[in-house]
Every structure is written in structure tokens, then in C-alpha cells.
């Protein structure tokens, strides 16, 4: 069965420091999202690409965070420099449609868990 | 935009025994509901969703809910529980309308833990 691929699973990192995480959807999927989960909560959005295309970013801090999609299949989020409350659950979803459409299962990455000390 | 409201934080319960996870939505136009479920360092399964048309929805591992709209409600539940069942369940809204297509709301989910 196809999966969400996420790397790495683990990240420790110092604060200030720069720390990227990857995620390969599932073949031929078009949606990508982003998603941060705080210890205690459910995720929140971060970032929705269609295709390489930002769909929804407006969750972003785009201070520090960046994310990218250059050719429309797996996808990177890097953070830079990295704060004491970035510590969290980073998922990554994809959907199967061709078109955006909130009907559409997300199928769900392992996450990368990252602590900043 | 739409929000989710998940009223326990944790409920445990007996092996074999019934359990009901609440779920209410708040939302001024249709939406679409699901339950997820999480176990421990792992991401998101998707447990079941209401899109349309009968408002008891079956899923997975015997899971079902009921969609009562008058009552903005989305009750997770299951007739007899498993120690395998003891993880994070999640309850999410989207909408086609008023917010970014696809973007999921989550709620902050119910810890369900059950003992043997």
C-alpha cells in the first residue's frame, strides 16, 4: 500500500539553528499539505500546494518558515533560525484529486517530531 | 471558517465495554466531517467521513458516527472496545465554502485509553 514518506523522524536541533524536513507524497498526488501539531493539540495547517503552486500559506510564519514544491511531487518545509516554541509534530497529508476539493481523504506521513533546546 | 470542539480530552474505559467520543462543530455553511485516528508516533489514519446523505456513517475497526446537524454533532463510537483501540482520535470539518478547499480543521483530540 502506498504511503506518505516523511524524513527524518527525529530532528533535535539548538535554537537559531536551521533544520529542514522532507516529505514524498503518494504517486500521483497533486495536494500537499503541511501541518504543525503541538504537543496536546490537533494539527494546524501550515501550507497547501497544489501541484508546485502555494495554495494556502496564510499560516505560515514567513519569518522563518519556507516551503517548497519545485516540481510538483515531494516537498521540503525548512525552518531558519529555529525558536524554543517551533518544538512539535511536523505531518505532511497529500489527496489523490487532480482539483482541490474538501470531500477528498488526506492520507497522513509519519511525521517528523522536532525538539529545539 | 469553521472550528471543532472536542469536549473530553480523556476517557478511559473498559475492554469490551461501549465508548462515545464527542465531536460539535461550529460552522456556517455545509460542511464535511471526518474522524481520524493517531497512534503513538505515527501519523493520521482516517477512521470514517460524513459528505452527504445518510447520517450514520460505519468505518473502520467497527467504528461509527451520527451526524446531527440540528445539534452541530459528530459523536464517534463504538458498541465494544479493544485494548488495540487505545490512542488519539481526532474530529476534523472542512467546507467548499468560505475557506481554502480542502483546508481540514482539527480539534484537539480525545485521548482514549483502554484498560484491560
Partial sequence: EAEVAQSPR???????????????????HATLYWYRQILGQGPELLVQFQDESVVDDSQLPKDRFSAERLKGVDSTLKIQPAELGDSAMYLCASTSRAAVTSQETQYFGPGTRLLVL | AQSVTQLDSQVPVFEEAPVELRCNYSSSVSVYLFWYVQY?????????????????VKGINGFEAEFNKSQTSFHLRKPSVHISDTAEYFCAVSSDRGSTLGRLYFGRGTQLTVWP
Fill in chain 2, 40 to 56: 503513538p508516533n505515527q501519523g493520521l489514519q482516517l477512521l470514517l467521513k460524513y459528505l452527504s446523505g445518510s447520517t450514520l
Fill in chain 1, 10 to 28: 527525529y530532528k533535535i536541533t539548538e535554537k537559531s539553528q536551521a533544520v529542514a524536513f522532507w516529505c514524498d507524497p503518494i504517486s500521483g
